[in-house]
């Protein structure tokens, strides 16, 4: 047990190394993790660490699905809810129809059964790969939105048709009949329970007496509820943790204090990339192992069959989400739609953003070894292999090639009235007029006679001239300006830091209220920093 620990340990300090070496190149983290855990697989104490199925499922899956519902604006979601559900579930099925017909047809033996539970394995796309890509470059919002939103329905509606598809290839039957009832069945009631669990931990966050370390751990259980609590009763549990997920997501501000909401998502976020970087390390690591596995298919062939599966995967993927911009315009005659000239630049790097990841690694490694009879699962260890090279080609061919589409094509935002910095500026004015109003309507008598109330008076009013000024001239009057405070601004406190760190080395001063200002001098850094001026950063 210490030498699995201790074993870990080296794999997450690798795990670091290797996002600093990406963070360095400028490329995705998932794509230099793979490629990493390949290389170390190769040498000789890595080369037998394996993917343990109920690490993944049981462990990493609740908490990285709940993440990503939890981040997702439901207002974008809402906005984009068209285009997501008909690729949540159509092109789940499409592309598990296409891979399991070429399948079947290219590798001798292969059922259309074992086709189905192929291509459920592998039809969803991972959002982390896409999103951590298009952070690299400028995106529109609602296109990040859009993929984020089409990844957390997919996962479950891909995971429905494995559900089915495995069933069928165990027992040897298949009635559509009674699929199509337990399929809305496994949906409304995976639905159904996160909602259910989710509304007694809003009750519990609300009505009970907890703290910040409570809230947050209560976070971190969550998932791990919904999520076994629907599997359970044989539902969907993806879906429970995000409807769950997204239904406490709309709530955070009612049921997390101030102080929860900010050391809750510093928790999570270093969590998730714990969770993510060890992922994609162990996809690579885990990928030789898998050949050896593969007992009387030749490597050749099975690489082939991956190959040309992967092939029809991407153009399946690109085939729907163009054919689906063709079938907006034509609705747009006859009905609202979200986008009713959705064009080609959008569907096209849609369509290439379809890197496959951690779901679709948990549903093959969740194939049964063994039938019910006893006897050797089917082709396992080649569904588990092509699963890997499907992956693999997908994260390194269309991640890499991603950015370079997204400047090619040079997509601009329709949907966005007002640019990002200057809905920034906006809402900082309004905050600063709002609270200047308030102060003026309700203490004005008490500016005279109170000076700390005076110099917050004399801030707002500085603040909205500010801000005026910001709106009304042009970007190069007042960039030069901004920058100079910011240097300086930032420079202050630095000396402000230094100062508190040689009080701090004194007999008379506590450190624990050094470090309360430290602290405080971290949140005013964070600020100046993140002011809605990012790309006027030169730091």
Not at 65 to 72: F, K, S
Not at 218 to 246: K, Q
Request: hydrophobic share 50%; with cysteine; proline share 4%.
């Amino acid at each position: 047990m210490q030498g699995i620990f201790i074993q870990y340990i080296y794999i997450i300090l690798i795990v670091l190394g290797l996002v600093a070496i990406a963070n360095k190149l400028q490329l995705a983290y998932p794509i230099v993790l793979v490629l990493g855990g390949l290389a170390l697989s190769f040498i000789a104490p890595f080369s037998n660490i394996t993917i343990n199925r109920e690490l993944v499922f049981l462990v990493f899956l609740p908490p990285l699905l709940y993440e990503a519902a939890w981040q997702v604006s439901w207002k974008e979601f809402w906005k984009w809810k068209g285009i997501i559900i008909s690729f949540a579930f159509p092109i789940v099925i499409l592309t598990s129809c296409a891979i399991a017909f070429v399948s079947s047809a290219l590798i001798p033996g292969f059922t259309l059964a074992l086709g189905f539970l192929l291509g459920g394995i592998i039809s969803p796309p991972d959002a982390v790969s896409a999103t951590t890509i298009m952070q690299q470059v400028n995106v529109p919002k609602s296109l990040v939105s859009i993929i984020e939103g089409e990844s957390l329905l997919n996962d479950a509606s891909s995971l429905i048709v494995f559900r089915f598809a495995l069933a069928a290839v165990l027992t040897g039957q298949f009635h559509l009949q009674e699929a199509e009832v337990n399929f809305i069945l496994v949906i409304l009631m995976g639905i159904s329970i996160g909602l259910f669990v989710g509304l007694i931990f809003y009750g519990i966050h609300r009505l009970l007496p907890t703290t910040s370390s409570i809230e947050i751990v209560l976070t971190l259980i969550t998932p791990y509820c919904m999520y076994y609590f629907a599997e359970h009763f044989h539902y969907s549990g993806v879906l429970a943790v995000v409807s769950g997920g997204l239904f406490l997501s709309s709530k955070r501000n009612s049921m997390l204090s101030y102080q929860s909401r900010i050391e809750g998502l510093n928790v999570w976020n270093n969590l998730v990339f714990v969770f993510n970087g060890l992922i994609f390390l162990l996809i690579g690591l885990e990928l030789p192992f898998v050949i050896r596995q593969l007992g009387d298919i030749s490597l050749g062939s099975a690489i082939w069959y991956g190959l040309i599966i992967s092939l029809v995967l991407i153009v399946t993927r690109l085939l729907c989400t163009l054919g689906t911009s063709v079938l907006m315009r034509f609705m747009s005659r006859f009905i609202a739609v979200s986008d009713p000239n959705p064009g080609w630049r959008g569907p096209l790097i849609f369509g290439w953003a379809g890197m496959r990841g951690v779901v679709s690694l948990a549903s093959a490694l969740s194939v049964p070894i063994l039938t019910q009879e006893g006897q050797p699962f089917p082709y396992r260890n080649l569904i588990l292999f092509i699963t890997f090279i499907v992956i693999l080609v997908t994260l390194v061919f269309q991640g890499l090639t991603l950015p370079l589409l997204i400047r090619k094509v040079k997509l601009k935002d329709r949907f966005t009235i007002i640019p990002e910095q200057k809905q920034e500026i906006i809402i900082q004015k309004k905050l600063a007029l709002a609270s200047l109003r308030f102060l003026e309507e309700k203490y004005s008598q008490e500016r005279s006679r109170n000076e700390y109330l005076d110099n917050l008076f004399s801030k707002l009013e500085i603040e909205l001239r500010f801000f005026n000024r910001q709106l009304e001239e042009s970007d190069f009057a007042w960039q030069n300006s901004l920058k100079g405070y910011r240097s300086i601004y930032l420079e202050m406190l630095e000396r402000r830091r230094d100062l508190l760190n040689k009080m701090n080395r004194r007999a008379e001063f506590d450190e624990e209220l050094i470090r309360k200002y430290l602290s405080l001098i971290d949140v005013e850094e964070f600020r100046t920093r993140n002011n809605g001026l990012q790309e006027l950063d030169t730091d």
